[in-house]
């Protein structure tokens, strides 16, 4: 078995993804095995995407990298061979559940946001931009590959990946200030009077968790149109979407009994917790 087989290529994804820790490789482990290799494939993409981005570099080198993943997206969709071996191991993926260019497209050019300073206070039409394109195009992605694919599952993909992107920013506040990124959205901040920039000064001001209550709210009624738009799916296309759902709405629970008061304690859900998730997708 060569690495750029059929079967080389899934093992590497496989392994990819085990590798990251990411609490729903059991998840995707539960889906038959076409389905679990596309949606490996897609995970090891935006992973390896996502890295380019948060990993330390040349700001240049970054941008170039990202280049050169938008001429290996537009090579698989134009019938020529990537250059990228973890681009090669998309193309069942792409061919068997018909996945669109622009959302793998939408993912680079997310990450591209966060290249350099990143985002420090955006207004909301641009934390809207970033949600869409780092979470909700994944979502687009996956929600074809869960299977029984109907119009709905796209109203899915897009509130979760809000919701569920608006969470890691209300848990990450403290984390991001320390790198210089503050994803707030400028009209929260400046309805509370917060005029500083500096996201450590932000993060200082005691009203701050006044300002991610808001975006808080934002995010609930994402969760709440996400739980609607499921109702219209078939329950078992939506068991990987909703054991995710289930485990980030866990965290906002939680980040909402503490005030969404910044802090450098990540909220956590116990192993435990997620397991059950898993099991009660799995089993009913």
């Known amino acids: 078995m060569t690495e ?3 079967q080389g290529l899934a093992a590497m994804v496989e392994e990819r993804v085990r590798r990251s ?62 250059s990228f071996a973890l681009a090669r191991a998309l193309m069942p993926a792409i061919k068997d559940f018909h996945l669109e260019q622009q959302d793998f497209l939408a993912v680079v050019d997310g990450c591209a946001m966060d290249v350099g300073a990143g985002l420090v206070r955006p207004d ?14 994944v979502g687009r992605l996956s929600v074809r590959i869960f299977g029984d694919f109907v119009p709905a599952a796209i109203d899915v993909a897009n509130h979760q990946g809000r919701a569920l992107q608006l969470t890691n920013i209300l848990r990450d506040v403290w984390v991001d200030a320390q790198i210089g990124r503050l994803y707030l959205p400028d009209e929260l901040l400046s309805a509370h009077g917060i005029d500083e920039r500096d996201p450590l000064l932000v993060l200082a001001h005691p009203r701050t968790s ?15 149109e996400t739980q609607a738009a499921m109702q219209l799916c078939p329950s078992s296309a939506m068991r990987p979407a909703r054991i995710m759902l289930d485990s980030y709405h866990a965290i906002f629970r939680r980040g909402e009994a503490l005030g969404w008061q910044p802090t450098p304690r990540l909220i956590r859900v116990p192993k435990l917790e997620k397991i059950w998730y898993l099991l009660r997708h799995s089993l009913f």
């Open 124 to 137: 909301m039409a641009t934390l809207d931009l970033y949600c869409d394109r780092v979470a909700c195009a």
């Open 4 to 6: 750029d087989s059929p």
């Open 21 to 82: 820790g990411s609490s729903f490789y059991w998840a995707m482990r539960l889906m038959r095995e076409a389905q679990r290799q596309a949606m490996y494939a897609v995970y090891a993409f935006c992973r390896e995407i996502d890295d380019i981005a948060d990993e330390p570099g040349d700001t240049g080198e970054k941008l170039q990298q990202l280049a050169q993943w938008r001429r290996a997206i537009d090579a698989l969709y134009t019938g020529q061979r990537p």
């Open 210 to 224: 006044a300002a991610c209550r808001d975006l808080a709210n934002i995010a609930r009624g994402h969760y709440a």
